[in-house]
Protein backbone atom coordinates (compact mmCIF):
# COMPACT_ATOMS: atom_id res chain seq x y z
CA UNK A 1 0.00 0.00 0.00
CA UNK A 2 0.42 3.82 -0.31
CA UNK A 3 0.35 6.08 2.00
CA UNK A 4 -0.09 9.69 0.67
CA UNK A 5 0.44 13.25 2.52
CA UNK A 6 -0.39 16.63 1.39
CA UNK A 7 0.72 19.84 1.74
CA UNK A 8 0.39 22.87 0.56
CA UNK A 9 -2.63 25.36 0.04
CA UNK A 10 -4.42 28.24 2.00
CA UNK A 11 -5.73 31.62 1.15
CA UNK A 12 -4.25 33.56 -2.16
CA UNK A 13 -5.66 36.12 -4.21
CA UNK A 14 -7.39 36.01 -7.87
CA UNK A 15 -4.77 35.22 -9.74
CA UNK A 16 -2.09 34.33 -7.49
CA UNK A 17 -0.51 31.08 -7.54
CA UNK A 18 0.32 28.15 -5.48
CA UNK A 19 1.64 24.67 -5.54
CA UNK A 20 0.35 21.52 -3.39
CA UNK A 21 2.33 18.88 -2.81
CA UNK A 22 1.07 14.93 -2.19
CA UNK A 23 4.32 12.75 -0.39
CA UNK A 24 4.05 8.84 -0.95
CA UNK A 25 5.14 6.06 1.50
CA UNK A 26 5.04 2.64 1.32
CA UNK A 27 6.06 2.46 -2.31
CA UNK A 28 7.49 3.95 -5.17
CA UNK A 29 4.89 6.47 -7.20
CA UNK A 30 6.70 5.07 -9.93
CA UNK A 31 4.23 2.14 -9.91
CA UNK A 32 1.30 4.65 -9.49
CA UNK A 33 -0.60 6.91 -11.14
CA UNK A 34 -1.47 9.87 -9.34
CA UNK A 35 -4.81 12.14 -9.61
CA UNK A 36 -5.91 15.76 -8.53
CA UNK A 37 -9.37 16.18 -7.58
CA UNK A 38 -11.42 18.98 -5.84
CA UNK A 39 -14.82 19.51 -4.04
CA UNK A 40 -16.72 22.13 -2.94
CA UNK A 41 -19.80 22.19 -0.25
CA UNK A 42 -22.48 20.09 -1.44
CA UNK A 43 -20.91 19.03 -4.96
CA UNK A 44 -19.33 16.04 -6.12
CA UNK A 45 -15.55 15.61 -6.01
CA UNK A 46 -14.06 16.95 -9.51
CA UNK A 47 -11.43 15.92 -11.18
CA UNK A 48 -8.61 18.19 -11.61
CA UNK A 49 -5.61 16.74 -13.36
CA UNK A 50 -4.09 13.62 -13.38
CA UNK A 51 -0.72 11.86 -14.61
CA UNK A 52 0.10 8.32 -16.01
CA UNK A 53 2.12 5.69 -14.45
CA UNK A 54 5.02 6.43 -16.50
CA UNK A 55 4.66 9.95 -16.13
CA UNK A 56 4.71 10.44 -19.54
CA UNK A 57 0.75 11.63 -20.10
CA UNK A 58 -1.42 14.16 -18.62
CA UNK A 59 -4.82 15.44 -18.24
CA UNK A 60 -6.86 18.19 -17.14
CA UNK A 61 -10.29 19.30 -16.55
CA UNK A 62 -11.49 21.38 -19.09
CA UNK A 63 -11.16 24.54 -16.71
CA UNK A 64 -7.85 24.04 -15.09
CA UNK A 65 -6.22 23.50 -18.33
CA UNK A 66 -3.81 25.54 -19.67
CA UNK A 67 -3.22 27.00 -15.69
CA UNK A 68 -2.72 24.08 -13.47
CA UNK A 69 0.25 21.43 -14.10
CA UNK A 70 0.37 18.10 -12.33
CA UNK A 71 4.24 16.25 -12.52
CA UNK A 72 6.20 14.27 -9.92
CA UNK A 73 9.99 13.68 -8.77
CA UNK A 74 10.12 9.84 -8.26
CA UNK A 75 13.19 11.13 -5.91
CA UNK A 76 11.45 12.73 -3.55
CA UNK A 77 8.37 10.25 -4.46
CA UNK A 78 5.98 13.24 -4.42
CA UNK A 79 3.34 14.19 -7.18
CA UNK A 80 2.69 18.01 -7.49
CA UNK A 81 0.21 20.26 -8.31
CA UNK A 82 1.29 24.13 -9.30
CA UNK A 83 -1.63 26.20 -10.05
CA UNK A 84 -1.85 29.69 -11.61
CA UNK A 85 -3.99 32.57 -12.21
CA UNK A 86 -6.20 31.25 -10.06
CA UNK A 87 -9.96 32.23 -9.91
CA UNK A 88 -12.30 32.48 -7.32
CA UNK A 89 -14.61 29.19 -8.86
CA UNK A 90 -11.25 27.03 -7.86
CA UNK A 91 -11.53 27.80 -4.33
CA UNK A 92 -12.28 23.63 -3.38
CA UNK A 93 -10.93 20.92 -0.94
CA UNK A 94 -8.33 19.23 -2.90
CA UNK A 95 -7.04 15.98 -2.92
CA UNK A 96 -4.58 13.73 -3.70
CA UNK A 97 -5.12 10.20 -5.28
CA UNK A 98 -3.13 7.70 -6.65
CA UNK A 99 -4.03 4.07 -8.18
CA UNK A 100 -1.69 1.12 -9.50
CA UNK A 101 -3.82 0.10 -12.07
CA UNK A 102 -5.92 2.33 -13.25
CA UNK A 103 -5.51 6.21 -14.57
CA UNK A 104 -8.54 8.63 -14.43
CA UNK A 105 -10.83 10.65 -14.37
CA UNK A 106 -13.40 9.45 -11.70
CA UNK A 107 -12.86 9.05 -7.74
CA UNK A 108 -13.34 5.32 -8.30
CA UNK A 109 -10.04 5.11 -10.58
CA UNK A 110 -8.22 5.36 -7.49
CA UNK A 111 -7.42 3.50 -4.07
CA UNK A 112 -5.43 5.56 -2.19
CA UNK A 113 -6.42 9.56 -1.56
CA UNK A 114 -4.36 11.84 0.94
CA UNK A 115 -6.01 13.73 3.74
CA UNK A 116 -7.27 17.12 1.06
CA UNK A 117 -6.20 20.85 1.82
CA UNK A 118 -7.94 24.16 1.35
CA UNK A 119 -7.36 26.27 -1.18
CA UNK A 120 -9.18 29.75 -1.22
CA UNK A 121 -8.66 31.82 -3.47
CA UNK A 122 -9.89 35.29 -2.48
CA UNK A 123 -10.69 38.39 -4.88
Known amino acids: QVQLVQSGGGLVQVGGSLRLSCAASGRTIENYSGGWFRQSPGKEREFVAGLSWSGGSTDYAESVKGRFTISRDVAKNTVYLQMNNLKLEDTAFYLC????????????????WGQGTQVTVSS
Open 97 to 112: AADATRWGRVPRDYDY
